[in-house]
């Protein structure tokens, strides 16, 4: 089925380790960001892309890095774990923001990631 | 900044009966849209229902429907002849592209139940 897919769906890291999460999508979706949820804030957005070869910084970046070197990926990279960066992380893609027809975004099904 | 308050943190409903869940917002924006998005446990965020902003009508899908007060900066959830099935988390989000940033800001969200 088309949509948006993340992997991996359960992560367990230390503190200090590196990783990526991946995300790709099949809907030649423009727009592609990530947002983290965590008990009570809802979701936040960290990065976000308007396309490929671009990026830009979401509400809570530090510690997160992204690059969009295609349309169908975007992974973001965890630099160096952290014990806060415990949380829920989506990906979501959607059509080009200028085009309004049925204009919504699809989201993944999400990462738990765990840092120890 | 665009901030989105659902004040409700739970809401309990009998099956077959009708609730309404709240969401306000404030922005400065005269053109945006605005979501509601169901999670249940399977962590799988689903679109409900979007408005959008010029369209005076309210949006309507099967036994959702939204009262959109633009003016007042309301945006409520009402779910017709509640089913087992609509127990979940329901986050109101908005849509911005403020400050040259796409991004959804979301509510802390509204955990449904329903009753047998």
């Known amino acids: 089925n088309a949509g948006v897919t993340q992997t991996p769906k359960f992560q367990v890291l230390k503190t200090g380790q590196s990783m990526t999460l991946q995300c790709a999508q099949d809907m030649n979706h423009e727009y592609m960001s990530w947002y983290r949820q965590d008990p009570g804030m809802g979701l936040r957005l960290i990065h976000y892309?308007?396309?490929?070869?671009?990026?830009d910084q979401g509400e809570v970046p530090n510690g997160y890095n992204v690059s969009r070197s295609t349309t169908e990926d975007f992974p973001l990279r965890l630099l160096s774990a952290a014990p806060s960066q415990t949380s829920v992380y989506f990906c979501a893609s959607a059509r080009d923001q200028f085009l309004t027809t049925n204009y919504g975004y699809t989201f993944g099904s999400g990462t738990r990631l765990t840092v120890v | 900044a665009q901030t989105v308050t659902q004040s409700q943190p739970e809401m309990s409903v009998q099956e077959a009966e009708t609730v309404t869940l709240s969401c306000t917002y404030d922005t400065s924006e005269s053109d945006y849209y605005l979501f509601w998005y169901k999670q249940p446990p399977s962590r799988q965020m689903i679109l409900v229902i979007r408005q959008e902003a010029y369209k005076q009508q309210n949006a309507t899908e099967n036994r959702f429907s939204v009262n959109f007060q633009k003016a007042a900066k309301s945006f409520s959830l009402k779910i017709s002849d509640s089913q087992l099935g609509d127990a979940a988390m329901y986050f109101c989000?908005?849509?911005?592209?403020?400050?040259?940033?796409?991004?959804?800001?979301f509510g802390k969200g509204t955990k449904l139940t329903v009753n047998p």
């Open positions: 989000a908005y849509r911005t592209t403020q400050g040259g940033s796409e991004k959804l800001v």
């Open positions: 892309s308007v396309g490929a070869g671009i990026t």
